[in-house]
């Protein structure tokens, strides 16, 4: 709904690696919501609703015990609780606020991985049950988010002409960006091209530095309705466009969108996203100065920045060689905070926190004169989701 809400508090917690947090996943949450509610100057009593990932422990009626809210009056999750969630809260707050449905909506994701067991790492102990569609891909020891996507980006990679180069520039353009966001935790470690070619495989063609990190924290954004966000005292971020969905027979065969009986094998999902996104704002990528791309893993992130319009498939590895991605001199510099790779590992919702600080000028690599900032969601898993932040309604 174009430019009916806006952004007005942006939060999170500190970062910690796995199993790092002296805080529990609950705490960790409360926190970037309080810092959330100080940066848009606000009570943390005022907030009214909530929304999060699909399995996000941190439950609504937890946190408005613990923060005291007076009255919460809408409550959401998107689904399937994978990084495709990331923008697809923002779709929900915005709705919610648009249709007067809560006055100050937080979007939230909090994570303690060292608490409750990480995402990427394969769990068989004794008797196996096998779930549905894992039935068709356990067996063969496709188990892991790394194996279920390198398939994928394996076969772009092979129709398209890409090679490890073009891979790189992702996680390269991350780790430099991170150098000067004392946030992240990869700050002070450099990643070289040669670092990056000379690390262990994890599953072709994914290296150890086309994978994300895994990480203990939080991170939360305030959305309200573009009238009360002109009141308060930070710049507002307006939401321009919001947009979830999942293209035809999408998940067909397969597990969290890696469909293999998909009639689009070697896709991000993001090429009906991107049609809404664009017809909703009434602009298009050439409009767009500065994106953050989930980065589960390098490949799929390249795909998205192809499906959302920024460069044909053909020429996109030619095109991120030129050092388009990275700032400050890139055509669309991407993952300003350092992302998925290098920042932290909030699932995603670091991403929008960065999106937001760039329309706002407070961005470590700030990108000059932004209009428009783009955050895509996690590649693979569906329903897929991105959304616009703009200065302007």
């Known amino acids: 709904m174009r430019g009916t809400s806006a952004i007005v508090g942006i939060g999170e917690s500190t970062y910690y690696r796995p199993g790092g947090s002296p805080d529990s996943e609950l705490q960790l949450a409360v926190t970037a919501i309080t ?3 100080a940066d848009a100057g606000i009570d943390v009593e005022e907030i009214d609703g909530f929304v999060s990932y699909g399995n996000d422990r941190s439950t609504p009626s937890k946190l408005s015990t ?3 809210v007076n009255e919460t009056k809408f409550a959401a999750l998107s689904w399937d609780g994978g990084g495709n969630n990331v923008a697809g809260t923002l779709a929900i707050a915005d709705a919610a606020v648009t249709a007067g449905y809560a006055d100050y909506v937080v ?3 909090s994570l303690a991985q060292g608490e409750y067991g990480r995402f990427g790492q394969a769990r068989v102990t004794g008797r196996v049950r096998v779930p549905e569609e894992g039935a068709f891909r356990i067996p063969y020891g496709v188990m892991v988010p790394a194996h279920w996507y390198a398939m994928i980006a394996q076969r772009f990679m092979y129709e398209h002409g890409i090679t490890e180069h073009a891979l790189a520039e992702i996680s390269l353009a991350a780790y430099a960006h991170a150098q000067r966001n004392p946030r992240a935790i990869r700050h002070g470690r450099e990643l070289t091209k ?3 070619l000379n690390s262990r495989w ?11 990190q895994e990480n203990d924290c939080s991170a939360a954004v305030i959305v309200t309705s573009a009238e009360r966000a002109r009141e308060l005292d930070k710049q507002p971020v307006y939401i321009r466009s919001a947009a979830q969905g999942i293209d035809y027979r999408g998940a067909a065969g397969g597990a969290v969108g890696a469909g293999y009986n998909d009639p689009d094998f070697p896709t991000a999902h993001y090429k009906n996203i991107a049609d809404m996104i664009w017809s909703r704002a009434g602009v298009g990528p050439k409009d767009v100065q500065v994106a953050q791309f989930y980065e589960n893993f390098t490949g799929l992130a390249l795909m998205a920045i192809s499906e959302m319009g920024f460069s044909p498939p053909d020429e996109i590895e030619e095109w991120v060689r030129a ?11 991407i993952n300003t905070s350092g992302g998925n790779l290098a920042e932290a590992y909030v699932h995603g919702f670091e991403l929008v926190n960065e999106a937001a600080r760039q329309v706002r000028g407070e961005s470590t690599c700030q990108v000059d004169d932004v209009e428009f900032s783009l955050v895509v969601a996690g590649p693979g898993a569906l329903p897929a989701s991105a959304a616009l932040l703009s200065v302007e309604p």
Do not use: K, Q, T
């Not at 050092?323 to 669309?332: A, I």
């Open 323 to 333: 050092g388009n991605l990275r700032w400050p001199d890139g055509e669309l510099p």
């Open 66 to 68: 613990v923060l005291g």
């Open 35 to 37: 810092n959330a509610a």
């Open 202 to 212: 994890i599953v072709e063609p994914f290296r150890l530095f086309d994978c994300c």
């Open 107 to 109: 979007c939230y994701r």
């Open 194 to 196: 040669d670092d990056y």
